[in-house]
């Protein structure tokens, strides 16, 4: 198994431009997880998906919308970007919401807005 | 869910065991205690989890206080790849899913 997959590693933005960071998982897990993480700061949920069809929002997800059409497949879209949304974005993934099942994170992309 | 208080940084001898703290001392009945860790900047990454009893796995050990307001996470023979930021996270039970609350954790440095 690749695990949970994210591209790109790395996105330069223009202020006001769009884009979707994309998040893959192969382990036919049914929550997934976007989460952001500013410099020397701890991780903050924006979005999170349950299952197919369903998500809801976190922590911070203004300026961040989701979709989860499939089971493996969880993109994050930036509208308008700003540069408060320079961070370093997570993804990730555990098969049940109960507390034995541990969170697999994706190796992340780092963005930056200008 | 609860808040945990971590040291900011701790410095360990390679081959020493480290012992890293964290206070949880509004933590509830069904509210369990999660280690994570993060090298430098990469994904986080499960270590543990307990709600009572200790726990051992291949990477640590977890100790958790009999009055459950305390635990400390312990690698026995850390080594240069153990150089991390450890989070300790309080998370409950119950609910629709496993949101995880990072703070800023505590930064291991592992030297020769």
């Known amino acids: 198994n690749a695990g949970v997959t994210q591209t790109p590693k790395f996105r330069i933005l223009k202020i006001g431009q769009s884009m979707t960071l994309q998040c893959t998982q192969d382990?036919?897990?049914?929550?997934m997880y976007w989460y952001r993480q500013d410099p020397g700061m701890g991780l903050k949920l924006i979005y999170y998906?349950?299952?197919?069809?369903?998500?809801d929002k976190g922590e911070v997800p203004n300026g961040y919308n989701v979709s989860r059409s499939t089971t493996e497949d969880f993109p994050l879209r930036l509208e308008l970007a700003a540069p408060s949304q320079t961070s370093v974005y997570f993804c990730?993934?555990?098969?049940?919401?109960?507390?034995?099942?541990?969170?697999?994170f994706g190796p992340g992309t780092r963005l930056t807005v200008t | 869910d609860a808040k945990t208080t971590q040291p900011t940084s701790m410095d360990c001898a390679e081959g020493r065991a480290a012992n890293l703290p964290c206070n949880h001392s509004?933590?509830?009945?069904?509210?369990?205690v999660y280690w994570y860790r993060q090298i430098h900047s990469q994904g986080p990454q499960y270590i543990i989890h307990?709600?009572?009893n200790n726990e051992t796995n291949e990477m640590a050990s977890l100790i958790i206080t009999e009055d459950r307001k305390s635990s400390t996470l312990i690698l026995p023979h850390a080594t240069l790849r153990d150089t991390a930021v450890y989070y300790c996270?309080?998370?409950?039970?119950?609910?629709?899913?496993?949101?995880?609350?990072f703070g800023t954790g505590t930064r291991l440095q592992v030297t020769l």
């Open positions: 382990m036919n897990h049914n929550y």
């Open positions: 307990g709600l009572k």
């Open positions: 990730a993934s555990n098969p049940r919401a109960d507390t034995n099942y541990e969170q697999y």
């Open positions: 996270i309080v998370r409950s039970g119950t609910g629709t899913a496993s949101k995880l609350t």
């Open positions: 998906s349950v299952g197919a069809g369903i998500t």
């Open positions: 509004t933590i509830s009945g069904n509210e369990y």
